[in-house]
Nanobody, 123 residues
Framework: QVHLLESGGTLVQAGDSLRLSCVAT????????MGWFRQSPGKEREFVAA????????RYDYSVKGRFTISRDRAKNTVYLQMNNLKPEDTAMYHC????????????????WGQGTQVTVSS
């Protein structure tokens, strides 16, 4: 059983940067694809970014490409989401997810999900 714990969410202003972290515990972390999703009130959870087990293959939603960067530190069992030039529309609860596979996954078929960390961007 893999447990995911996100951190780093807070209130920021538009244009600011923020880095989210997600630590995985409780199971064999490798090989796992990791992803970040977000959900705003009244909206469905949406894909943000994902990385394959090797960390060399990444995918981004068009709305964050060029502003967000996903990375992972396998030694620390941690995946990060660096968010630059934040916009009010980035406001959401951000969740990380894990799936036992070698490939990058952009859908909702992830097996494990964290509780989320809130990011609020004021204009």
């Amino acid at each position: 059983q893999v447990h995911l714990l996100e951190s780093g969410g807070t209130l920021v202003q538009a244009g600011d940067s923020l880095r989210l972290s997600c630590v995985a515990t409780g199971g064999s972390f490798n090989p796992y694809a990791m992803g970040w999703f977000r959900q705003s009130p009244g909206k469905e959870r949406e894909f943000v970014a994902a990385t394959a087990w090797g960390g060399d293959l990444t995918r981004y939603d068009y709305s964050v490409k060029g502003r967000f960067t996903i990375s992972r530190d396998r030694a620390k069992n941690t995946v990060y989401l660096q968010m630059n030039n934040l916009k009010p529309e980035d406001t959401a609860m951000y969740h990380c997810a894990a799936l036992s596979t070698l490939v990058v996954v952009t859908g909702h078929e992830y097996e494990y999900w964290g509780q989320g960390t809130q990011v609020t961007v004021s204009s």
